[in-house]
């Protein structure tokens, strides 16, 4: 592609249903320990983890709050309580944590919802990350919150470039790098053009530049909608998506003087970088 992105990456869960059934323990036989919070529980590998893992659970029930808000989900507190709590699982290290998952070497997390695999709401990934904190652990937040607040059939109706640009959105110093990586590229039209861009995955996928180039496009052109229309209008979007429309038709109603499709919307957001 001619272009090297440095921004850091994770993953989202699509893959997870594919790869090798999965195990919750650091190695065959041995259970994880736990530390609980309102709305999250961590499961870690040994007792010498567990000041760590109410780091964790502290800052996971900030990020509650600050996503609920980012998606206009003003009553999100009544959620993930009780039986209900979303369980955290960390690995010891990236080598179980690849192990025991199939993920692939560019993953540091992911998230998953009630399935044959997952019986919970849970997020994994592995200790010793040096921005686990800021990054893996709000992106998966931000996946379960939107799917869940968006609700059934979310995953049909969100493209998957929407739903990684808004996880990514929670991730700290992420937004400016993105936004300065993409700018030369979309002025030279390398960027991925919006016909492929909008039902393209990274499902399975281990090139790791094409991976780079998709999650920056995808957090550009969410923050291009927030920066240029402002927050109700993205709050709109979510709604409508909510309320049961496919993303084209809710894009349309959200910013009915802006765009009416997908088309319209790429040259909105190529125009945008060219002026700045």
């Known amino acids: 592609m001619g272009f090297k992105f440095t921004v850091i990456l994770v993953s989202a869960c699509f893959f997870v249903l594919r790869s090798a059934p999965l195990v919750f323990a650091a190695d065959p036989g041995k259970p994880f320990l736990e530390a609980g919070s309102d709305h999250f529980r961590v499961r870690f590998s040994m007792e010498s983890e567990r000041g760590t893992a109410q780091t964790v659970l502290g800052r996971a029930e900030a990020f509650y709050i600050k996503v609920a808000d980012d998606i206009g989900y003003s009553r999100y507190e009544d959620f993930w309580t009780w039986d209900h709590r979303v369980v955290i699982t960390m690995y010891p290290d990236q080598y179980a944590y690849a192990r025991f998952t199939g993920s692939p070497s560019w993953s540091k997390g992911f998230a998953s919802r009630d399935t044959r695999v997952f019986k919970e709401h849970t997020i994994v990934s592995y200790d010793g990350q040096e921005n686990f904190l800021d990054e893996v652990l709000p992106h998966e937040i931000a996946h379960l919150m939107l799917w869940d607040y968006i609700g059934a059939g979310s995953t ?121």
């Open 156 to 276: 049909s109706r969100m493209p998957v470039w929407f739903e990684e640009g808004v996880a990514q959105l929670q991730e700290r110093e992420k937004s400016q790098k993105v936004f300065e990586a993409m700018r030369p590229l979309v002025l030279r039209h390398g960027y991925i053009p919006f016909p492929s861009f909008e039902g393209m995955t990274i499902t399975g996928e281990n090139d790791a530049q094409k991976v780079s180039l998709f999650y920056a496009q995808s957090l550009s052109i969410v923050l291009f909608l927030i920066q240029k229309y402002g927050k109700d209008a993205f709050y709109r979007l979510c709604a409508e998506l909510r309320n049961g429309r496919s993303f084209e038709p809710a894009l349309a109603r959200a910013y009915p003087s802006a765009f009416g499709s997908l088309d319209a919307l790429e040259g909105r957001w190529v125009r945008y970088f060219e002026e700045q």
